[in-house]
């Protein structure tokens, strides 16, 4: 088997057990309570207000009639994404992982 083909291989291993978490995630509804959890934390975090400031300034940088939702969500998603506080990350993957343990074991 050549390099490629067994890069691919582990691509789609990789995507296939992405897909298998995910759906023992949502089939137990943790997906959701992890979803509440990510919520309360960017709220406590305060980075909700700080990616509505960068809403704001983005707009008025590139012009109300400039931008489209799409365009701004474009903007704004990098950003977003990496501006998640690290204790906010660590903590869903504890979760994550805990969660994952637990479940290893049925």
């Known amino acids: 088997m ?6 691919e291989n582990i691509r789609q291993r990789e995507a296939e057990l992405r897909s298998s978490i995910n759906q023992k995630l949502t089939d137990t509804g943790e ?3 992890l979803k509440e959890l990510l919520r309360e934390k ?7 207000e700080e990616l509505k400031k960068h809403c704001a300034e983005v707009i008025r940088q590139k012009g109300l ?4 939702l799409e365009g701004l969500v474009d903007e704004i998603t990098p ?24 479940n290893n074991q049925s």
């Open 42 to 48: 960017l709220l406590e975090s305060g980075w909700r």
């Open 31 to 33: 997906k959701e309570k």
């Open 79 to 102: 950003h977003a994404r990496e501006s998640v506080p690290d204790y906010v990350k660590m903590e869903l993957l504890r979760r994550i992982r805990k969660f994952l343990h637990e």
């Open 65 to 68: 009639d400039e931008i489209t």
């Open 2 to 7: 050549d390099d490629s083909n067994h890069e």
